[in-house]
Nanobody, 115 residues
Framework: QVQLVESGGGLVQAGGSLRLSCAAS????????MGWYRQAPGKQRDLVAR???????NYGDSVKGRFTISRDNAKNTVYLQMNSLKPEDTAVYYC?????????WGQGTQVTVSS
């Protein structure tokens, strides 16, 4: 099992930046897929970004060119750098890991972008 704890959310003005962190309770060097999802009120949870063990990334269409996912296996941490934030980026952001085919989720961190 792995526990995930997100941090770094908050309130920011449109055009600003935030960096989210996801700290894992154990080593992530063998966890193939780690990623970020988000869920706005009344909407489904959608993929924001995902990174594989070899560093291959993919992004949701709405964040391409603005967000960057990275992982630091030595620190058991995954990051999401969010630039040029828009009000429509407002959501709860969840860290996700898929280990041996089983999904794990963090508790989420709120990101609010004001116009």
């Amino acid at each position: 099992q792995v526990q995930l704890v997100e941090s770094g959310g908050g309130l920011v003005q449109a055009g600003g930046s935030l960096r989210l962190s996801c700290a894992a309770s154990r080593g992530i060097f063998r966890i193939n897929f780690m990623g970020w999802y988000r869920q706005a009120p009344g909407k489904q949870r959608d993929l924001v970004a995902r990174i594989t063990i070899s560093g291959v990334t993919n992004y949701g269409d709405s964040v391409k060119g603005r967000f960057t996912i990275s992982r630091d296996n030595a620190k058991n941490t995954v990051y999401l750098q969010m630039n040029s934030l828009k009000p429509e980026d407002t959501a709860v952001y969840y860290c996700n890991a898929i280990d041996s085919g089983r999904p794990y989720w963090g508790q989420g961190t709120q990101v609010t972008v004001s116009s």
